[in-house]
């Protein structure tokens, strides 16, 4: 079972809200990947956590923050976004943490998120 | 910081026909080469790889080769289906958890 979940699937949020976006996986994968996708663009990396620990962050603003309670979820939660964050955010998982590893990523389905 | 450049944009094919699809990469200590199919409201999912010890690699209708002297590499799809239209994005990677993606190819097949 290759599958990472994501949720919610649709989310439209104020540039006053704070809200949170959600990732799991079961595959025992030891890594976990943040990216923003926008329209007819390839995905970009925001944030990978290794081991549940912050090892890339892609000089992404304060106002998206990343966090692993354990080695299954991932959240970003996000507070003062603007227009411009509207995108999909996609979370993916690779099986090891060792960050010279050639691993495959597993992508989730995403969450569309407008900022109004 | 590795580049990756893929071409077509955009391929529209018979059903039945092939489709190729086109990457180069610039850093020659990338050794990992990923697939990714997205449609349309969905998450990218893996659809074949290789790696850099390998030519060519072949998953029924799907094929990758793998040219490393000269840095670029494809997809092949053979006796395509309407359900393979989507957006292919190629990509490379050296390992450090960070993968690089081409700029995609939409694939449409006609029925």
């Known amino acids: 079972d290759t599958e990472v979940t994501q949720t919610p699937k649709h989310l439209v949020m104020g540039m006053t809200n704070k809200k949170s976006l959600k990732c799991e996986q079961h595959?025992?994968?030891?890594?976990m990947y943040w990216y923003k996708q926008k329209a007819k663009k390839p995905p970009e990396l925001m944030f990978v956590y290794s081991y549940e620990k912050l090892s890339i962050n892609e000089s992404v603003p304060s106002r998206f923050s990343p966090e692993c309670p354990n080695s299954s979820l991932l959240n970003l939660h996000l507070h003062a976004l603007q227009p411009e964050d509207s995108a999909l955010y996609l979370c993916?998982?690779?099986?090891?943490?060792?960050?010279?590893?050639?691993?495959?990523?597993?992508f989730g389905p995403g969450t569309r998120l407008t900022v109004l | 910081g590795e580049n990756v450049e893929q071409h077509p944009s955009t391929l529209s094919v018979q059903e039945g026909d092939s489709a190729v699809i086109k990457c180069t990469y610039s850093?020659?200590?990338?050794?990992?080469f990923p697939w990714y199919k997205q449609e349309l409201g969905k998450g990218p999912q893996l659809i074949i790889d290789i790696r850099s010890n390998v030519g060519e690699k072949k998953d029924q209708r799907i094929a990758v080769t793998l040219n490393k002297t000269a840095k670029h590499f494809s997809l092949h799809i053979t006796e395509t289906q309407p359900e393979d239209s989507a957006v292919y994005f190629c990509a490379a990677s050296k390992g450090y958890q960070k993968v690089t993606f081409g700029i995609g190819t939409k694939l449409q097949v006609i029925p």
């Open positions: 993916a998982s690779s099986q090891s943490g060792a960050g010279a590893s050639l691993d495959t990523q597993y």
């Open positions: 595959m025992g994968h030891r890594a």
């Open positions: 850093d020659s200590a990338s050794n990992y």
